[in-house]
T-cell receptor, first 116, second 113 residues
């Protein structure tokens, strides 16, 4: 496998479910990111991990909980979501640590989340 | 505060026609500028970037962009588009002081025959 891989590609969950999104990067990068993509809105940066430490959390509701167990894996744990959380969740990585990189991010194909 | 404005939400063009996707930005500090492309059901892919130096930047798939500091613009151009260029295009900026990458809302390019 190469690049950034996200699973599952599609997820449907009820408001009371608990699920997780997984991201794995095979590029040897040092920083990983979660973005939320909603129709006709700018991509929203949710979380940034650099060298396995969380360095940014952009006022994301606590029903989203990230986890970065090592430099290659990033999870987004979901619980008690709302219908407005339905979106495409994109994972990305960058070679340089966050804050020093020149903006070149490598994205996965995304996980399409639908909350009923 | 920094912001990116993509002036057109949709741009329909015919195959082999030229195209320009417009992007304006606002920032009080020096910036790096980017265009990303998102094909249907895929993640974003870097098209080109301006870091410094020549204001005309060439990217993949025949695209180029010109950085205009006085007009705070970074418009994307291609002289002749193909059906396969149909995608969503995102302009983005990053402050040189290490802030996060900020994206515009995107422009949908639809190329028809």
């Amino acid at each position: 496998e190469t690049g950034v891989t996200q699973t599952p590609r599609h997820l449907v969950m009820g408001m009371t479910n608990k699920k997780s999104l997984k991201c794995e990067q095979h590029l040897g990068h040092n920083a990983m990111y979660w973005y939320k993509q909603s129709a006709k809105k700018p991509l929203e940066l949710m979380f940034v991990y650099s060298l396995e430490e969380r360095v940014e959390n952009n006022s994301v509701p606590s029903r989203f909980s990230p986890e970065c167990p090592n430099s290659s894996h990033l999870f987004l744990h979901l619980h008690t979501l709302q219908p407005e959380d339905s979106a495409l969740y994109l994972c990305a990585s960058s070679q340089a640590p966050a804050g020093t990189e020149t903006g070149e991010l490598f994205f996965g194909e995304g996980s399409r989340l639908t909350v009923l | 505060a920094q912001s990116v404005t993509q002036l057109d939400s949709q741009v329909p063009v015919f195959e082999e026609a030229p195209v320009e996707l417009r992007c304006n930005y606002s920032s009080s500090v020096s910036v790096y500028l980017f265009w990303y492309v998102q094909y249907p059901n895929q993640g974003l892919q870097l098209l080109l970037k301006y870091l410094s130096g020549s204001t005309l930047v060439k990217g993949i798939n025949g695209f180029e962009a010109e950085f205009n500091k006085s007009q705070t613009s970074f418009h994307l151009r291609k002289p002749s588009v193909h059906i396969s260029d149909t995608a969503e295009y995102f302009c983005a900026l990053k402050g040189q002081a290490g802030t996060a990458l900020i994206f515009g809302k995107g422009t949908t390019l639809s190329v028809s025959s």
